[in-house]
């Protein structure tokens, strides 16, 4: 019943948003977009209820700021900026998708989102933000290089959240420690690492 409630939003948003102009929903296959599969996973929308019911319960802080590792179109960060996120950014290797999500955010007004079309294993920027966000982009091999480039970056507690945690073990190998687990769409649950092992990233209960 809950994936068929989920599916009648998914496709009642995918009709609002192609009415506006918008392309945020919609899958695309490594090979559409021109990746290599053995390094990049299909880019899927993760900007659902899910997520919103995660960011809900962390501790965002004045000036705090996000990034989206493998955002595809933007659906999550369409959902961060619900948030009060100084920024929320985005890094997409594939130029089409990145260029769709910089449409996408510019017809919507947003001054607080932007997307670098670039490799995350070459982005060094991972210092500027506190809170990142994967949705399972990469295979481990370039999970292992991102996840430790994001330690070394680190200037201060930094909070992963990664849903469908595929690379576990290179993320903890980084030195990331698994502080709570949230339920998400597919069964597979969405990770909160921190930096530290008593983060006080999460909402106090």
Known sequence: MAYAIDRCAHL?????DRCRGLD???RVEPAEAGL???RAFR???SGDRYLRNVLSQLEIRSGDRILDVGCGKGSAMRCMLRFPFARVDGIELAPAL???AE???ARLGHRRARVFAMDACSFTGYGDYRFIYFYNPFPPAVMEPVARSIANSMISETVLIYNNPTCHDQVAGAGFHL???FPDRWGNGTAIYASHPHGAC???R
């Open 12 to 16: 009642a948003a995918l009709a609002i």
């Open 24 to 26: 945020f929903l919609s």
């Open 36 to 38: 290599d599969p053995a």
């Open 43 to 45: 880019s899927t929308p």
């Open 98 to 100: 990145a260029a769709i």
């Open 103 to 105: 449409r996408n955010f």
């Open 179 to 181: 502080i709570h687990t």
């Open 202 to 204: 999460l909402r106090r």
